[in-house]
């Protein structure tokens, strides 16, 4: 992703192995394929979502649960994408911002497998 550091490039890459693991997963894959141009095009324009984007990033694929600092850079980045998207993108990420409050007390890793 653009402007994004080679630690949260690495940690894109790990998140992506771990989303393939699971159908909820491979949806939000396909989800942020079909949208990928325009949450480029959103971090190219804003640097402190890209901030937000690498922090979320490194704390998923570092296997944190998803509470406290780990959800709240998880909302932090669908709001601020939110803010930005197309009305498409907010369908798709108000979905994933549910499947998303499941996963408190879990790692993504955990609420994958279920």
């Known amino acids: 992703m653009y402007g994004l550091g ?7 890459t790990r998140l992506h192995e771990q989303l393939r693991t699971s159908r909820m ?3 939000w894959e ?3 394929r079909a949208h990928a141009h325009e949450i480029e095009a959103v971090l190219l324009v804003h640097a402190d979502i890209r901030a937000d984007v ?9 296997g944190t ?10 909302e932090r980045v669908l709001d601020d ?24 007390g879990r790692t ?5 497998v279920d």
């Open 65 to 74: 649960t998803v509470d406290g600092d780990t959800g709240r850079a998880i």
């Open 30 to 32: 396909r989800i942020f």
């Open 6 to 12: 080679v630690e949260e490039q690495s940690a894109t």
């Open 54 to 62: 690498a922090l979320a990033l490194s704390l998923l694929s570092a």
């Open 25 to 27: 997963g491979q949806r």
């Open 81 to 104: 994408l939110s803010r930005h998207a197309s009305v498409t993108l907010q369908r798709d990420m108000i979905g994933m911002h549910d499947e998303l409050l499941l996963a408190r």
């Open 108 to 112: 993504l890793e955990q609420l994958l």
